[in-house]
C-alpha cells in the first residue's frame, strides 16, 4: 500500500490513479491527522509526502515517521516546490529517501516509486514459505508438502506474489494489472481461472488461497514464513 499526502485533491486524485492503474494499491489523503488514522491501521510501503501542508507540514510529518521505531523505515519520498532546494536540503536531512520536484510527471513519479522500493526493500534470503507451501525462486521450484508442482509463467508469478504478501488481499482488477500489464484486453475472469488451476496444482495447499467475496484473493498467512 502507497499513501499519497497531498492536499491539492485534483493532484492527489491522479496520483492515486496512476498507482492503482501500475499495479499498486494507493490511498490518499489531504491533511495528516486521516493519514496517522491509517498508518495505525495499516502501515504504507511507501509514503509521497508533499511538503506544503495544512496544519502540519511535510518535514514535521516526516519527522514523526521517523522518530517511531514502528515507521522509521518506511520509505519516503518528498513532493518539493520546483527550484526549492531549501526544502530538498531539509527534507533529505530529515531522512526522506528522494524527492519529486512540483510540476512531475506522473510516469517519473511511477519510476522514483520502483527505484526507491528496488533500494530499501530487504534482499530476502532463502526460499518463501507459507504453510506446506514452498517457492524457491533461484531454483525456479514450488512444491506443495513436499510433492514437487509444475506451474505455467503465470501461475508461479501468481503464487509468488501472493506468498509475498501473504494475508494481503488482491482484487482481480490489481491482479490482472500487475501480472498481465495495464494495457491487457482480458477479462478478469482469467485471474479466476489461474487461481482455480492453481489452487488444484497445490492440491491440499490450495485451500490457503483463499476468495474474499466481493473483492478478490488472499493467501492465508502463516507463521512459517
Not at 55 to 70: C, M
Not at 138 to 166: D, P, Q, S
Not at 189 to 209: F, N, W
Request: with cysteine; proline share 3%; charged share 25%.
Amino acid at each position: 500500500m502507497i499513501y499519497c499526502l497531498e492536499d491539492d485533491r485534483s493532484i492527489q486524485e491522479l496520483m492515486v490513479y496512476t498507482l492503482n492503474a501500475s499495479g499498486y494499491h494507493a490511498r490518499g489523503f489531504s491533511e495528516s491527522g486521516a493519514f496517522w488514522h491509517a498508518v495505525q491501521d495499516e502501515l504504507p510501503e511507501l509514503v509521497l509526502l508533499d511538503i506544503m501542508l495544512p496544519g502540519e507540514d511535510g518535514i514535521a510529518v516526516l519527522d514523526r515517521l521517523r522518530a517511531n521505531p514502528a515507521t522509521e523505515h518506511i520509505p519516503v519520498i518528498l513532493e518539493t516546490a520546483k527550484d526549492t532546494e531549501i526544502d530538498k536540503v531539509l527534507g533529505l536531512d530529515a531522512g526522506a529517501d528522494d524527492y519529486l520536484a512540483k510540476p512531475f510527471g506522473m510516469m517519473e513519479m511511477v519510476a522514483r516509486i520502483k527505484a526507491v522500493l528496488r533500494r530499501t526493500t530487504p534482499r530476502r534470503t532463502g526460499p518463501l514459505r507459507s504453510g506446506g507451501i514452498e517457492l524457491d525462486e533461484t531454483r525456479h521450484r514450488v512444491t506443495a508438502n513436499g510433492r514437487a508442482v509444475t506451474l505455467t509463467l503465470k501461475e508461479y508469478e501468481l503464487l509468488k506474489l501472493l506468498m509475498e504478501n501473504a494475508g494481503q488481499v488482491f482484487s482481480r482488477d490489481h491482479l490482472l494489472s500487475r501480472l498481465w500489464g495495464q494495457d491487457y484486453v482480458g477479462e478478469t475472469r482469467t485471474v479466476d481461472v489461474h487461481i482455480g488451476t492453481l489452487r488444484t496444482k497445490l492440491s491440499e495447499c490450495g485451500a490457503q488461497i483463499q476468495t474474499v467475496r466481493g473483492v478478490g484473493y488472499l493467501l492465508e498467512a502463516s507463521h512459517e514464513q
